[in-house]
């Protein structure tokens, strides 16, 4: 090892890395390290909290045994989700919804989703530089995520940096989608409450309709209300939610021109109506176990992949060989796969792979 080399490593030793992960899962904490930041983080450090969302970001092996640590201390915050079409003004109603709820003496976390960069692949941080008034408010905690790839308006870290947020303290979180318009549903798995963000330009009720957001939505905003048209608009959606069958919970259609700050009392009220209905609500019971289990099967497929992943660059147990036939042609992955998993031991040498 080059000087160099052993003096970067004294560093990240003394920085709780272990370099254990590179590439896409990134570096790892040592166990003491992030046991420390955990406690860090529960004692209200915000620079404790910032380390372990980049620990989420880069999905370090340690992240599980992080996160269940702190799950007992979560659920306690009111997750709203903001989605909608490019352009509806999502980051400034956001941004006026932060507003609102600072008045109201709440702490604010924000997981503002941006498209990734073509380049270094992080965020573009667009909706940050909307909401730059709140960074000094000690009471608002912003983070931008970029997609990376994700089709569904959400990174999969998305879900854990809530969870962070959660356990800091917040009493509200606000997490805005990218807006990607018809794929656009992730938030449905991750949120307690969606606003849905449409202008005057968005089109006639068919393409909310085709963009799924009927059946997500739990307060629609027509955005922009100062514009021609927005009237309309709120009237084709009422009745549009007039035709849906009978529904406890009776989804408003709130004209807000957020620019200026008009309708987003409404929309805050509604709002808190909506988490005090949710808590009541049987359905809405059952879809949070549905949720609770799917991510249940969400952990183990990111874990096994890990693992997988792993076993196969190592190349044990004669796997190798397997791996060499599929990239040469000789052997096809579905039949590769189906080898694999038809040998037992090769499962349990899978199963019994270090996690990181």
Do not use: C
């Not at 980051?91 to 976390?109: H, K, N």
């Not at 700050?261 to 509604?270: C, K, L, P, R, Y």
């Not at 992943?309 to 190592?314: I, K, M, P, S, T």
Request: hydrophobic share 45%; charged share 25%; net charge positive.
């Amino acid at each position: 090892m080059t000087r160099r080399g052993a003096i970067v490593k004294r560093v990240r030793a003394r920085r709780g890395l272990t370099g254990r992960g590179l590439g896409s899962i990134g570096w790892a904490v040592g166990r003491d390290v992030a046991s420390d930041l955990v406690e860090r983080l529960l004692g209200g450090d915000r620079v404790a909290l910032a380390r372990l969302m980049t620990l989420v970001e880069n999905r370090a092996p340690d992240l599980p045994a992080v996160m269940s640590r702190l799950y007992a201390r979560t659920g306690r915050a009111h997750v709203i989700g903001v989605t909608g079409p490019p352009g509806a003004g999502k980051s400034t109603l956001v941004d006026a919804l932060i507003r609102r709820f600072r008045a109201a003496g709440r702490r604010v976390g924000v997981v503002a989703v941006d498209p990734s960069s073509p380049f270094s692949g992080g965020a573009v941080l667009g909706d940050r530089i909307r909401m730059q008034a709140h960074f000094l408010d000690p009471g608002v905690f912003i983070r931008s995520l970029a997609t990376r790839g994700s089709h569904g308006g959400l990174p999969r870290a998305a879900r854990d940096v809530v969870r962070l947020l959660d356990a800091f303290g917040v009493d509200v979180v606000l997490v805005e989608t990218v807006g990607v318009g018809q794929t656009e549903l992730d938030v449905m798995r991750l949120a307690d409450s969606i606003v849905v963000v449409l202008v005057p330009e968005a089109g006639d009720t068919v393409q909310v309709m085709k963009a799924g957001l009927l059946e997500i939505a739990d307060v629609f905003v027509v955005n922009k209300a100062d514009r021609d048209g927005a009237m309309r608009m709120v009237s084709e959606l009422e009745q549009m939610l007039h035709l849906r069958p009978p529904a406890p919970w009776d989804i408003p259609v709130l004209p807000t021109t957020a620019s200026i700050g008009a309708g987003v009392d409404e929309v805050v009220a509604a709002l808190d109506r909506h988490r005090g209905f949710a808590g009541d609500d049987a359905a809405r019971a059952e879809r949070a176990a549905a949720r609770r289990a799917g991510e249940l099967l969400d952990i183990l497929d990111e874990e096994m992949r890990r693992r997988l992943e792993a076993w196969l660059a190592r190349g044990r147990d004669g796997v190798a060989a397997l791996v060499a036939s599929v990239r040469s042609g000789e052997v096809d992955p579905y039949s590769a796969a189906l080898r694999v998993l038809a040998d037992d031991e090769a499962l349990a040498a899978l199963a019994r792979e270090p996690a990181a």
